[in-house]
C-alpha cells in the first residue's frame, strides 16, 4: 500500500466525521424514510471500513476511537 501523508491521513478522518455528523443528524428524526435508513447503513459501513484500517486507527485520539465505535451501539 502506499504511504499516506498526515495531511491525507487528516482528510480520511474528516470524512468519516462527516458520516458521524450525518448519522447523528439521522437519529434525531421521529420517523426516517427508506432514503434515510439506506444513508445510516451506507455512512455506518464507512465508518466499520475505516475502522478496519491499522493506520486510521493508529492516527485517531483515544477518544476518537471510543466516539467512533459508539456509532454502532446506537440502536435508532
Known amino acids: 500500500?502506499?504511504?499516506l501523508t498526515e495531511?491525507?491521513?487528516?482528510?480520511?478522518?474528516?470524512?468519516?466525521?462527516?458520516?458521524?455528523?450525518?448519522?447523528n443528524k439521522l437519529n434525531?428524526?421521529?420517523t426516517k424514510t427508506e432514503e434515510d435508513l439506506?444513508?445510516?447503513k451506507t455512512?455506518?459501513?464507512h465508518i466499520k471500513i475505516m475502522l478496519n484500517k491499522k493506520?486510521?486507527?493508529?492516527?485517531?485520539?483515544?477518544e476518537q476511537k471510543t466516539e467512533l465505535k459508539?456509532?454502532?451501539?446506537?440502536?435508532?
Open 7 to 23: 495531511q491525507q491521513i487528516k482528510k480520511h478522518i474528516s470524512a468519516t466525521y462527516d458520516s458521524v455528523d450525518l448519522i
Open 55 to 62: 493506520w486510521f486507527i493508529e492516527a485517531l485520539t483515544t
Open 43 to 45: 455512512n455506518k459501513k
Open 28 to 30: 434525531l428524526l421521529e
Open 1 to 3: 500500500m502506499e504511504e
Open 38 to 40: 439506506e444513508k445510516l
Open 70 to 76: 459508539n456509532i454502532f451501539k446506537q440502536n435508532r
